[in-house]
């Protein structure tokens, strides 16, 4: 039997979290209802949850190009895809290993993952070292290989997990059983913790999907590895451009009429999240779990 006051604290965090969930979910609402909206209601009326007319002309500016939007989503999904398998796989065994009380030297390799939550080198250092040594600019390792290299708050998430949800005596009947330190690890360990492993896999592959910084900065001439955020952000600085510098360019005004300045952004902003948000509700179940379980110790 629940107390008034257990009563009550349901009540204020149910209220809290509607809140909350109502100011997440109606800016995304408000997003992709002004995609829709016609760029001159836009311009006239401002942003609206029930437009004056509604417009497919900003989603079809951005997909006429059709060839370069679709090879941009294809190399988004390849590069989501490996990616996310390769940088979890990495996490995870990073993570079982920190998790064993009798790894040598566990304590300093620790202290190095929790240092790189808290400083990195830098973009210059980072730039130097993936460009000069590894050879990785222009090139499609550009955007996949700075990703690999763990996260530091997944590691510790999901080391976590290891220690307060899979059960030593299970990996131990498993080695009196014969099995190698790596069979334990793929046939009991990994089995066990399939929640945290989904959820680090969303929060890899959110970022492999949602990142353009590498390709900016990696890709000067390889325009054709472009994943669907640099594409879009490229379209945007170009359009951004012709706005700006309309009075010098002749007969610009004619061809910059028609482009939906404003309705094209929240077009591009829709067309570069809606991918996520199809995925996630398959994985949230996992999601869940995962975080909680992966927090309750470290």
């Known amino acids: 039997m629940k107390t008034r006051d257990e009563k009550h604290f349901q009540i204020v965090a149910h209220i809290v979290l509607?809140?909350?969930?109502?100011?997440?979910?109606?800016?995304?609402?408000?997003?992709?209802?002004?995609?829709?909206?016609?760029?001159?209601?836009?311009?006239?009326?401002?942003y609206s949850f029930t437009p004056e007319k509604w417009s497919f002309y900003a989603y079809e500016y951005?997909?006429?190009?059709?060839n370069s939007v679709m090879h941009a989503y294809?190399?988004?999904?390849?590069?989501?895809?490996?990616?996310?398998?390769?940088?979890?796989?990495?996490?995870?065994?990073?993570?079982?290993?920190l998790s064993k009380p009798q790894l040598p030297g566990r304590h300093i390799f620790m202290f190095f993952v929790v240092f790189t939550m808290l400083f990195n080198g830098g973009l210059v250092p980072t730039y130097i070292v993936y460009?000069?040594?590894?050879?990785?600019?222009?090139?499609?390792?550009?955007l996949l290989f700075p990703g690999l290299l763990c996260n530091g708050f997944n590691v510790m998430l999901m080391k976590s997990y290891f220690v307060s949800s899979v059960p030593g005596e299970i990996l131990d009947a498993a080695q009196i059983d014969g099995a190698g330190e790596w069979q334990v690890f793929t046939k009991v360990a990994a089995p066990?913790?399939?929640?945290?492993?989904?959820?680090?896999?969303?929060?890899n592959g959110i970022a492999y999907w949602n990142d353009w910084m590498n390709g900016y900065i990696y890709l000067t001439k390889r325009t054709d590895l472009y994943s669907i955020q640099n594409l879009l952000n490229r379209m945007m600085v170009n359009i951004q451009f012709l706005s700006q510098n309309s009075h010098n360019i002749q007969?610009?005004?004619?061809?910059?009429?028609?482009?939906?300045?404003?309705?094209?952004?929240?077009?591009?902003?829709?067309?570069?999240?809606?991918?996520?948000?199809?995925?996630?509700?398959?994985?949230?179940?996992?999601?869940?779990?995962?975080?909680?379980l992966g927090g309750v110790k470290g």
Not at 131 to 139: P, Q, V
């Open 192 to 203: 066990l913790a399939k929640p945290i492993i989904a959820t680090i896999a969303l929060f």
């Open 131 to 142: 460009t000069n040594i590894f050879n990785i600019k222009n090139t499609f390792w550009s």
């Open 251 to 292: 007969d610009a005004g004619v061809g910059l009429a028609s482009i939906p300045l404003v309705s094209v952004r929240m077009a591009m902003a829709t067309a570069g999240v809606l991918p996520v948000l199809i995925v996630y509700p398959f994985i949230q179940g996992n999601f869940v779990k995962g975080i909680t």
């Open 62 to 66: 951005i997909f006429k190009t059709g």
């Open 18 to 46: 509607i809140f909350l969930s109502f100011t997440a979910v109606v800016p995304f609402v408000l997003l992709v209802i002004s995609s829709l909206t016609d760029n001159d209601v836009l311009i006239a009326n401002g």
């Open 74 to 97: 294809g190399i988004s999904i390849i590069l989501t895809l490996a990616g996310t398998v390769l940088s979890t796989v990495v996490t995870t065994m990073l993570a079982y290993v």
